[in-house]
């Protein structure tokens, strides 16, 4: 089975999603890489490195410079002539990719898979993480999204993939890339972070929430995230959150703060090697699924770790 696996990238580097995604690809079989973009030689050489890759696709044209899902899919279909499955990474733009993928090649996608069973069956999780479902597919291409944290990452070195420039489709004229505003942060991205620390509604502001959970990530070079309550209620931007609705993450440590621990934010944490929770609740969630949990005032425990670290 040759396996065509999405490369995501910023326009100068690999991003992590990908290696976890060439690692469930290489279990179907053969692994080609697709690179897409706008001078984007540099990430094809990257590309080429990762273990496990046997080729590397490149179109390098303007209408894949921003990514748009719209340009990008009917690259995709193109090539799956010569290609028996379609991987991508559970990211926003693979979630943006590969629906379309699957409309166009009339075939059925498959989300999130957390396993390889066989060529033609996955697990996957539904009900928020609760249950693992198998499943078998008959059809004759396959479309499937990875869940990073379920899948080791591919060594970004080592390999020795040829490069081959692919003819672009060229931009279909549905969408165009207007602007984007992306936040800068010197802390570690948020997917990738080995170390986070979340904030919760307990937190009670926008002002607390930076003035306890700021100082500790610095502290610790951590990622910040978020609840969705706390979103909801304004004290973090949308992209700090973790959960089914948020971000899916596996860290070496997370740390909880003033976190419940409701199941659509257990979903998009809990595979983190080790969970930390600090609450004032001793019955809250948060502690079934914590290694260390720390009964106490957040506004007492919080500033004094921080000053102790």
């Not at 326009?11 to 469930?24: C, L, R, S």
């Not at 279990?27 to 001078?39: D, H, M, P, R």
């Not at 696709?57 to 990008?72: K, M, P, Y």
């Not at 570690?188 to 003035?211: D, M, N, W, Y």
Request: glycine residues 10%; hydrophobic residues 50%.
């Amino acid at each position: 089975m040759k396996t065509l696996v999405w490369v995501e990238h910023d326009g100068q580097a690999v991003k992590d999603a990908t290696y976890a995604a060439v690692t469930a690809a290489a279990k179907l079989g053969e692994v080609e890489a697709l690179v897409a973009g706008q001078g984007v030689d540099g990430v094809a050489q990257a590309a080429a490195k990762i273990a496990g890759v046997t080729k590397v696709l490149v179109a390098n044209d303007a209408a894949f410079a921003h990514n748009l899902a719209e340009n990008v899919a009917p690259l995709v279909v193109e090539l799956m002539g010569s290609h028996d499955a379609f991987v991508a990474a559970a990211t926003t733009t693979g979630k943006n990719i590969a629906p379309r993928v699957a409309a166009l090649l009339d075939v059925m996608q498959i989300s999130e898979i957390l396993s390889v069973e066989g060529p033609d069956s996955f697990t996957r999780p539904i009900y928020a993480g609760n249950a693992i479902a198998t499943v078998k597919t008959s059809d004759a291409k396959l479309v499937l999204t990875v869940r990073g944290t379920a899948f080791d990452k591919a060594e970004a070195t080592g390999g020795s993939a040829a490069v081959e420039a692919v003819t672009s489709t060229g931009d279909k004229g549905v969408s165009k890339f207007v602007g984007a505003e992306i936040a800068a942060s010197e802390r570690p991205e948020l997917t990738s972070a080995k170390i986070i620390v979340s904030g919760g509604r307990a937190l009670g502001s926008e002002e607390q929430f930076h003035a306890l959970i700021d100082p500790l990530a610095d502290k610790l070079n951590a990622a910040v995230g978020a609840s969705r309550a706390a979103v909801d209620a304004g004290y973090a931007p949308n992209d700090y959150q973790v959960g089914q609705t948020g971000k899916i993450v596996a860290p070496e440590v997370y740390i909880a703060v003033g976190i419940s621990g409701a199941i659509q934010h257990l979903a998009g944490m809990k595979d983190s090697k080790v969970i930390v929770a600090i609450n004032k609740d001793e019955d809250a969630p948060i502690f079934q699924v914590a290694d260390v949990g720390l009964v106490g005032d957040l506004f007492t425990v919080v500033p004094e770790l921080t000053q102790k670290l």
